[in-house]
C-alpha cells in the first residue's frame, strides 16, 4: 500500500509570489491534516480536511487556506510568500477523522521562501 | 491553554543504555497522547498512544510510555537504545474527535556507540 505522497518535494520561490503544495492521501482514507515545521515554532497545525469539508484550521493568516478533491486529495495554497514561510510542510492522513485512527505522515514539501 | 512541554532539547546516550523521554501536558479534557519519531528526511512515524485504560503502553521498536495523570506527564522509555534509534522525537496531544495535534518542540536524540 503506498504511502502519503507530497509533491513537490521541495520548492524555492520568492518573497511576494504564491505556492500550491499536494498531498495525496493513503488509499481509503478520508482525513487529510495539514502541518507546518519550523526550527523556531516547531510543528504548528495548520487545517484538517474530512471529505470536502474544512473541519479545523489553526492559527495562520489568511494567506494561508486549502482545500480537499473528491478522491480525498488535498492542495495547501500560501499567497504572497514571506521569508518565515520557509519550512517543511507536512501532510498526514487518516482513514477517519478522530483521535481513534492513526495518522499516517508523508516525508513533506520543504519550502525555501528567499 | 493546550500545550505539550518536552525539556529536554537534545539528549546523548551510549547505544545499550537505558531512556527516558521526558512530555508534560497541560489539557483542559482527557486527553489522548502520542509520540511520534522523524528520521532526518523523512515524515513522523507514530511510536505508541494512549487513550484510556492501562497507563502503561507498548509501542513499536520497544518502546513503551506511562501515563501519570497526577503529573500531567507522559514520558517515553526504552530498556536499550540501538544506534538506529537516534532521530527527532516528538510528544502530542489531540482530541478525541479531530485529527488535530498539538506537538511540544520534541527531543532530539543522539546514540554514541
Known amino acids: 500500500k503506498a504511502g502519503v505522497t507530497q509533491t513537490p518535494r521541495y520548492l524555492i520561490k520568492t518573497r511576494g509570489q504564491q505556492v500550491t503544495l499536494s498531498c495525496s492521501p493513503i488509499?481509503?482514507?478520508?482525513?487529510v491534516s495539514w502541518y507546518q515545521q519550523t526550527p523556531g515554532q516547531g510543528l504548528q497545525f495548520l487545517f484538517e480536511?474530512?471529505?470536502?469539508?474544512?473541519?479545523n484550521k489553526g492559527n495562520f493568516p489568511g494567506r494561508f487556506s486549502g482545500r480537499q478533491f473528491s478522491n480525498s486529495r488535498s492542495e495547501m495554497n500560501v499567497s504572497t510568500l514571506e521569508l518565515g514561510d520557509s519550512a517543511l510542510y507536512l501532510c498526514?492522513?487518516?482513514?477517519?477523522?478522530?483521535?481513534?485512527?492513526?495518522?499516517?505522515f508523508g516525508p513533506g514539501t520543504r519550502l525555501t521562501v528567499l | 491553554a493546550q500545550s505539550v512541554t518536552q525539556p529536554d532539547i537534545h539528549i546523548t546516550v551510549s547505544e545499550g543504555a537505558s531512556l527516558e523521554l521526558r512530555c508534560n501536558y497541560s489539557y483542559g479534557a482527557t486527553p489522548y497522547l502520542f509520540w511520534y519519531v522523524q528520521s532526518p528526511g523523512q515524515g513522523l512515524q507514530l511510536l505508541l498512544k494512549?487513550?484510556?485504560?492501562?497507563?502503561l503502553v507498548q509501542g513499536i521498536k520497544g518502546f513503551e510510555a506511562e501515563f501519570k495523570r497526577s503529573q500531567s506527564s507522559f514520558n517515553l522509555r526504552k530498556p536499550s537504545v540501538h544506534w538506529s534509534d537516534a532521530a527527532e522525537y516528538f510528544c502530542?496531544?489531540?482530541?478525541?474527535?479531530?485529527?488535530?495535534?498539538?506537538f511540544g518542540t520534541g527531543t532530539r536524540l543522539q546514540v554514541f556507540p
Open positions: 480536511y474530512f471529505s470536502e469539508t474544512q473541519r
Open positions: 498526514a492522513s487518516s482513514l477517519d477523522s478522530g483521535q481513534n485512527n492513526e495518522q499516517f
Open positions: 494512549y487513550f484510556s485504560g492501562d497507563t
Open positions: 488509499s481509503g482514507h478520508r482525513s
Open positions: 502530542a496531544v489531540g482530541p478525541l474527535n479531530t485529527d488535530k495535534l498539538i
